[in-house]
């Protein structure tokens, strides 16, 4: 707990931003500052970079992305198809029945970093998906 007089909002822990040095008092690495309210920006959007990856899923379960984006911060999937579902959830064995669907031409975004491991599955043939990522 911090020993200043400031108000923090969101964890102010940027990975662009690991060389801040450690506050004297709390030993916290992360921006703040004295009697001041800090809505901490780096914690609220991208700072980094972007990628988007085109991948085909088959029959079988498929990470979304095979290999995540360094300092991942956010992640949205559209289902590129114009007539297939595409079943999205965080379990490795994933089906049609225990995914989140997404109709053909949908998409959901999540607050995920690198970490969290995000799959998919489809419906029918062969479908196109697109995966965005920001850090």
Not at 18 to 41: F, K, M, W, Y
Request: a negative charge; glycine letters at 10%; proline letters at 5%.
């Amino acid at each position: 707990m911090a020993h200043e007089a400031s108000i923090i909002i969101g964890s102010g822990i940027n990975p662009l931003k690991q060389d801040v040095p450690a506050n004297s008092t709390s030993q916290e690495s992360h921006l703040r500052g004295t009697n001041v309210v800090l809505i901490n920006p780096e914690d609220c959007s991208a700072g980094g970079s972007g990628l988007v990856t085109a991948l085909t899923l088959t029959g079988t379960v498929a990470k979304l992305p095979t290999t995540p984006l360094k300092y991942r911060r956010a992640i949205s999937v559209i289902n590129n198809s114009t007539s297939d579902t595409v079943y999205v959830g965080f379990d490795p064995n994933i089906t049609t029945g225990t995914g989140w669907p997404l109709a053909a031409g949908a998409c959901v975004s999540f607050d995920l970093n690198g970490a969290v491991e995000l799959y998919g599955v489809r419906s029918g043939s062969s479908t196109d998906v697109r995966v965005l990522e920001l850090s």
